[in-house]
T-cell receptor, first 113, second 110 residues
């Protein structure tokens, strides 16, 4: 049973064309995260929501936005994708307290042409 | 800021033990984690250790923590081909979110 679901699995977009990646969860977790992962690099946190509170990392480009309309769903919007934004985007959730175990989706591989 | 370092690659034979090492810089780390990523998949939590512990064992997995040296290791006993994956070390300090290392690719040959 998938608990953190990301759609689509693969996304191809054109340079400068807005794109939205989606994530849903069945765990009822308070916290949802978006990570960017490039080849041979550490997953890089872009932002996270604790309930409705949005927390942006200081070095996340303005080009990246997020929405969380309810507990279950979270979206990553890339307003004007550049070639450097091609990466795997990982959504994760956690209960938000104590050990903070993260549950990851399978990711969306974004290609920018 | 916090930094987590890992060696990039480890190759072992099936049945041997694997030891993956990690160092971190944040002295206020409260929890340290090992995640596994198989090709084309998300990260999966394998195990974690609280910073006041020095060892944790979970079936074939043994985690050792040297807090003085800020060194964490993951030992996998009787390594199988299905253990081939990328292993990420991560740490959590205080109220911060997790910081991940770049990952160690483990290749297990028959």
């Amino acid at each position: 049973d998938a608990m953190v679901i990301q759609n689509p699995r693969y996304q191809v977009t054109q340079f400068g064309k807005p794109v939205t990646l989606s994530c849903s969860q069945t765990l009822n977790h308070n916290v949802m995260y978006w990570y960017q992962q490039k080849s041979s690099q550490a997953p890089k946190l872009l932002f996270h929501y604790y309930d409705k509170d949005f927390n942006n990392e200081a070095d996340t480009p303005d080009n990246f936005q997020s929405r969380r309309p309810n507990t279950s769903f979270c979206f990553l919007d890339i307003r004007s994708p550049g070639l450097g934004d091609a990466a795997m985007y990982l959504c994760a959730t956690s209960g938000g307290q104590g050990v903070e175990k993260l549950f990851f989706g399978s990711g969306t591989q974004l290609s920018v042409l | 800021g916090e930094d987590v370092e890992q060696s990039l690659f480890l190759s072992v034979r099936e049945g041997d033990s694997s030891v993956i090492n990690c160092t971190y810089t944040d002295s206020s780390s409260t929890y340290l984690y090992w995640y596994k990523q198989e090709p084309g998949a998300g990260l999966q939590l394998l195990t974690y250790i609280f910073s006041n512990m020095d060892m944790k064992q979970d079936q074939r997995l043994t985690v050792l923590l040297n807090k003085k040296d800020k060194h964490l290791s993951l030992r996998i006993a009787d390594t199988q081909t299905g253990d081939s994956a990328i292993y990420f070390c991560a740490e959590k300090g205080g109220y911060s979110t997790l910081t991940f290392g770049k990952g160690t690719m483990l290749l297990v040959s028959p």
